[in-house]
């Protein structure tokens, strides 16, 4: 029985030169807003207020990253009990199917 290529045994991860520059991405945009904000002509109220927005945009980002992946993950996991029971019904009709 062929398997589907998006569920190979092997997981394969983040090679360590994307890791270091998604962290570096994330920090050197965080950063340079930060000290954009920092810099604007305006009062210290409105400088806040732009510091909790991008805050906030920060924080839904990850929650909205981390829900996605957390989906993906129980769709996958969901689609590889349903081939097994799939599976398992042809194995009870007719043994010859996986041998």
């Known amino acids: 029985m062929s398997r589907s290529p998006h569920h190979s045994a092997v997981k394969q991860g983040h090679s360590g030169a994307w890791i270091i520059q998604t962290w570096l991405s994330f920090a050197l945009s965080v950063g340079v807003t930060t000290v954009g904000i920092w810099h604007l002509p305006v009062d210290g109220w409105q400088k ?8 906030f945009s920060v924080g839904s980002t990850f929650t909205l990253s981390k829900t996605v992946r957390d989906q993906h993950e129980q769709e996958s ?3 590889r009990i349903d081939e097994a029971r799939v599976t398992k019904l042809l194995a009870e009709v007719d043994p010859v199917v996986l041998k």
Do not use: R
Request: charged share 0%; proline share 0%.
């Open 77 to 79: 996991i969901t689609a």
């Open 48 to 55: 806040a207020f732009l510091g909790m927005g991008l805050l």
